[in-house]
Structures are given as C-alpha cells and as structure tokens.
C-alpha cells in the first residue's frame, strides 16, 4: 500500500515542549514527513496502513492529550476549560492569601487552610501533574514538571506539618494555592493570545465556510460549500460569498478579491471569467460553473501552504529548541543544588532551603523559549498573507534578511506582460493573413505571456485559418509545430533577424516567413522599486531570454545597471549561481523558463498571474500585480526575525537573571509564579505587534 500523509486534530497540546514530545513519538514509531504545530492543534505524518495510523494515535493519547474527529466541531467540557479551573482555584485561594494579612484569623487554623488548599491542589494534579507525566513520558519534560513538584512540595511539606502539629512555621498552603492559581492565569492569557498569532489561517479557514445556490432541477437549493461538486451551477449575488472555484456562464459583478491580492479595487467578471472561492460579489449576480472544489480550490491550497509555512523553523529556532529540550531536567537539578547548599552548607532553616528551591521551579519558564520563534512567525505570515504575500515557509522569513542581489526576470515581471505587435514584417510572396492564421494557431497551444496577449490582438484582425497536427513548446526558445499537410513551423526569438527591432522569427520549412516586432509596456512602479531596493543596501539584476537592446532599454528606463540578456533556462542557473556565490540571491519570475531558476536562486518570488510551473517552483508568491509588495515582503522578514531575536533575548535573559535570583533566596514563591506566569504572555504580545507595528 502506498503511502498516504495523514492529518490528525490533536488538543492538549499547550507549547513547544508538547509538540516534540508529540514528534519524538511519532519519530520512535518509525514515521515520518512529520508536522507537529501546538498552534494550530494539528499533527501530519506519512502512514502506509490504518493500524500503523491507530498505534499512533493511540501512543499520542497515551502522552495525555486527544486526539478529535474535526477541530471546529469539538467542544471543550466545561471542567476542561482553563477559565472554569481558574474560577474555581482563585475562590479557594483568596481566603488562605487573606490569613496573610489579617493576624489571628479563622483562615489561620491549620486544618481550614488545608481544606481550603486541597481542591485547588487537586486541580493542580489533574491539570499539570498529567500533562507533567506525559511530558515525562514522551521523552521531552515540559514547564509543568516544574510547576507540579514545586506545588506539591510546598503542599506535601504543609501536609506533614499539620498532620505531626508542628505550628505555623510549617503551613505553605497559601503557596501551593497561589502557584496553581497564577500558573493557570498565565495559562489563559497564554492561550487566548496564541489563538490571536493564528488568527490568519483562521480567518482563511472562517470564509470558507459558506452556502452555495445550486440550481438542480431548474430549482434553486441551498445547501453547504462543502457539498458542491465539479460541474454544479451556481447562482451568486449581490454581496454573496462565491462558494468555490468556477468560471462565469452568464450575468456580470463586480468581484472583491482583496482576501487574496490585498488590493482592495473590485474587478469586473464576466463570461467566462475566472472565479475565485471566498471573494465577494459586490455588487451584481452571476451564473457560475463549479471547477475546482473542496481541497483543490486556490483558497484551500493557500491555507495548505500557510500551515505549512508555519511548521516550517527558521535556523534560528534551532538553539531555543535545544535549551528547551533539557532545560526542565537541568532546572530540577539546579532546584536540588539550591537546596542542598542553602540547609546544609548555609545552615539556613529547612523551610527557607525548601522555600528557595520552590522559588527556582516555579519561576523558571521553558515555554517562553519554545514560544519565542513560531508565535512570531505565525503573526509575520499572517501580516503577509493579508498584504497579498504568500510565503511558503517560515525559514524564509530568515533567509531573505540578508538579501544582497534580487534577480528579475522582465517580460511579465518588470513588465506588463500585455504584449501587442508594432510591425509584422512578410518576407516576399507571403500572404499577411496566412502569417497571422499561423501564429495564433501555434499560440494557442501556450501559456506564455506573449503567445496570451498575440492571440488577443490577432483575433481581432482578418486571417486565413491554419490546422496544426502537433504544438511543442522549446522552452526560452520558441514552439514547433506541424500542419495537415506536413508543413514544419518554428515560432520565437529571433537572434539571428536582419533588423534588432525585431524580435520574434516565423519559419516555415526552415526558410524565413515573417519577422514580429512585439513590445510590452514597463510597469508603472518598476523604476520606483528599484531605486527603493538600492536604498536598502540590494543590488537588482535583470535577466532575460529576450534580446540585448531590449533588455538594455528596459534597465535604462528603471535604473539597473546589471544586464543579463538572450539566456537560456540552463543558462539562466549559471548567472544564479555567480551571484549565489557573492551573497544571498532572490530570484523574481513568472514564466515556465523561469521555473529552474526560481527553484535554484536562495528564495524564489514568483506573480500571481505566473504559469502554474513558476508558483509551484517559488517560495513566495506575490498575489496582487503589485510590485510593491516585494518590498513589503523584504520589510515584514526583517522585523519578523527582528522580533524572534527580541523573543529569544527575553525567553534567555529571564531564565539567565530569575533563576539565581530565586536560588540566593530573594524571592517569594508566589512572586516567582506570578512572574513566571506572565513570562510567555510578554513573548506572545511581542509577537502580537507585529500586526500593527508600522514597518519600513
């Protein structure tokens, strides 16, 4: 049987420790392709058989969380539910912090303060000694460890002490209450902001759940997106939700596609016309074709890759993950060493030294470096995705950082891609109207920018029609094709032409037929993007398959100075590679040719309006026509791996600063939960400005 990737909706997963302890029993099971995002509550792995998929489930359950049928129908319990376990807590535990204000209170007695610490110790158990022992068991501890021994040490050494009658010295009941408390507080604001940093896919996910107008029977029934097949007819209008991917069969709207491009200017659709699920009819109504449902829609690939990006680790990410991976042994240890100095080389009371290594537990925080790298991540795609940015993933955030040259393609690219011809120039006893018969026949059969606008503009002009047998496409040289009749024809660039104006060749037979002059007009932000790469310390580079004094005319008029011009696709991969060698290259394209080179360059930018090759070939996709988006993807990088470094700074200055602070005695127990608790919410809402924060 062959392998298949399966997708798991797994909860309980709270930080990054969870997640690898997830992906190392994942990885012990012998799988592998795997995916583990704690945000998102979504595990992926490659199975070739339904028992290998159950044992995996059932080891994954085993670490203490759950695995669920559909994550937007599931229902947390209401004693599952962080905000009740908090409630709860905080009412047993204000009155034991009041027997530390008011002197000779009912709250003192010892046998009060126990029944009052029991619940909420209790929940303790339940909520972090289970994740604690799963954690245990899945090979990477968590901060729950932490968190439950030094609860239950506090509450342990209080227990024994009320039990033996040993007097007040020996009541820390308002400790073990207070670390549960604050620690699941912390737990709430941590959750409800994580939530915030994947509110992207989110949104992304939210317009795809819509109802359709499917005519059946001549009659109109509504029913589900989810239920729309290829074929249906559709009716959408006025400020309806287009339900999935399809082409116009009659009326005409205004469609808003700002969800995808960013740009928010409706465009007109009519017969014929593309499409897109999840855009807004604004204003008009139309009858559509279902073309692409389900998973094959433009939306839900964009979603695929964004979770995808997401799992993706920058480099920097890789030492976080390595100190998480041992930190919460390594504190344990600290914890004893603490300990054991403090009562017996320090002489200090055996409640102070148990005091001091409660302290160095609870207010050491793992998660905060866990967290420091996806949370930012996950809010810089997001913040690109709503700027009509797709990048594939997070690792490129980092790699275009250091960007020293970006590589342009020009036709489609610096330019408009809307060719139109200026001169068809026959060669003697040829017939105009033939030559235009031959050429859109030939490119008809292509893809490429010039082949779409050449058979616009001919249409529209008298020609004698041609019937080819067989099209092929050579590709950066030109197509082939055969007749009914046994002509051989060759159409593209032509190197060899007596005069440079020209710039595509028609062959019949090997014998010259016509010369093409065609041009394409340069984009109106082009000459502002290149002067604001120079600004930012990037070298731009124009390379092309088309001829010199083009390609010259075009860098003149924009302001790059280094020209690369008439290569090839193999040829284009050389000039990658030179420039690879002097520093970190980008490469920005759109056609089939461009393909290799995107693939070859550090980080490939491809349009939106590419060939399909050119999207699947690049890491980021820009989806409006917009050139400036390219300097926006430049700046939303920079200040995403900008917060990283903060995130990371803080995640290690915390621990570095607190956890001798705690261990040379200076901190109550309490004060060491309470900032421990708040220690992942100021990496979260780090992260979190990167949604407002003003970039440049």
């Known amino acids: 049987m062959a392998e298949q990737l399966v997708e798991l909706n797994v909860t309980g997963m709270h930080c990054n420790n969870c997640a690898m302890s997830v992906h190392k029993l994942l990885e012990k099971k012998g799988f592998h392709d795997i995916s583990v995002d704690f945000a998102s509550e979504e595990v992926k792995f490659s199975a070739d058989n339904d028992d290998k998929v159950k044992d995996a489930i059932k080891g994954i359950e085993g670490l203490g969380y759950k695995v669920i049928e559909d994550a937007g129908q599931h229902q947390e319990k209401f004693y599952e539910k962080v905000e009740n376990k908090l409630i ?101 604001f941590e959750k409800r902001s994580v939530t915030q940093t994947t509110s992207a896919v989110k949104d992304l996910v939210k317009i795809q759940q819509v109802n359709a107008n499917r005519i059946v029977n001549g009659e109109i029934e509504v029913t589900s997106a989810r239920e729309v097949r ?24 205004s469609v808003n596609e700002s969800m995808l491009t960013g740009e928010s200017i409706p465009i007109e659709k009519g017969k014929y016309d593309t499409l897109i699920g999840g855009t807004i009819v604004e204003h008009g109504n139309v009858t559509m074709i279902a073309t692409k449902v389900g998973s094959n829609t433009v939306l839900s690939q964009i979603i695929e890759l964004m979770k995808k990006a997401q799992a993706a680790k920058p480099p920097v990410q890789k030492l976080g993950d390595q100190v998480a991976a041992i930190f919460v042994p390594a504190v344990v240890l600290i914890a004893l060493i603490t300990f054991t100095l403090t009562y017996y080389v320090g002489h200090a009371s055996l409640q102070h030294a148990i005091m001091n290594a409660i302290a ?75 030559i235009r018969g031959i050429i859109t026949a030939i490119e008809e059969r292509s893809n490429h920018p010039i082949a779409r606008s050449l058979v616009h503009e001919l249409k529209t002009l008298s020609q004698k029609k041609v ?100 290569k090839l696709p193999a040829e284009k991969l050389t000039v990658i590679d030179i420039y690879k060698k002097k520093g970190e290259t980008i490469m920005v394209g759109d056609g089939i040719n461009d393909a290799p080179a995107l693939t070859q360059a550090d980080v490939g930018v491809s349009m939106n309006d590419s060939s399909q090759v050119a999207i699947q070939s690049a890491k980021v996709i820009l989806l409006n026509t917009d050139l400036y988006s390219l300097v926006k993807f430049l ?21 570095i600063v607190a956890i001798p602070v705690a261990a040379l005695g200076f901190l109550n127990p309490m004060i060491g939960a309470f900032t421990m608790a708040f220690s992942d919410v100021v990496v979260i809402g780090n992260s979190l400005r990167l949604k407002v924060k003003k970039i440049s």
């Open 635 to 655: 700046q939303i990088s920079k200040h995403t791996l900008l917060t990283i470094k903060q995130n990371l700074f803080w995640a290690f200055a915390y621990n």
């Open 467 to 566: 019937i080819l047998k067989s099209v092929s496409e050579e590709k950066g040289l030109g197509m082939r094709a055969e007749d009914v009749e046994g002509n051989h024809y060759f159409l593209g660039l032509g190197k060899n032409n007596t005069d440079d104006d020209f710039n595509v060749s028609l062959y019949k037979n090997q014998a010259l037929l016509a010369q093409i002059e065609i041009d394409d007009d340069i984009k109106p932000q082009a000459a502002g993007l290149i002067s604001d790469l120079r600004k930012m310390g990037v070298t731009p580079v124009l390379l092309s398959g088309d001829k010199k004094s083009r390609c010259i005319k075009v860098a003149k008029a924009i302001g790059i100075n280094e020209i690369h011009s008439e």
């Open 88 to 188: 709860f807590c905080t009412i047993f535990t204000v009155p034991l912090l009041s027997a530390m204000i008011i002197p000779r209170h009912f709250f003192h007695m010892p046998v009060v303060q126990l029944l009052l610490c029991l619940p909420v110790f209790i929940v303790g158990c339940l909520h972090f000694g289970k994740s604690a022992w799963s954690s245990v068991k899945g090979g990477v501890p968590n901060m729950d460890v932490l968190i439950f021994i030094g609860s239950s040490s506090a509450f342990i050494y209080s227990l024994i002490g009320t039990v033996q009658n040993l007097g007040m010295r020996y009541q820390f009941y308002e400790t073990c209450a207070t670390i549960i408390t604050l620690v699941l507080l912390g737990n709430l």
């Open 230 to 253: 290829p074929g249906d007819t559709l009716i959408v209008n006025t400020g309806d939700k287009i339900p999935v991917d399809g082409e116009v069969l009659s009326g005409n709207a």
């Open 360 to 434: 160095v537990l609870v207010i050491s925080c793992p998660c905060a470096m866990g967290l420091a790298t996806p949370t930012a991540v996950m809010v810089g795609l997001g913040r690109a995705a709503k700027n009509g940015i797709l990048i594939k993933g997070g690792d490129t955030v980092e790699a275009v950082t250091k960007t020293k040259y970006i590589v342009f393609d020009k036709t489609g690219t610096l330019t408009t891609g809307q060719f139109h011809i200026n001169n068809i120039k026959a060669e003697k006893d040829s017939d105009i109207e033939t």
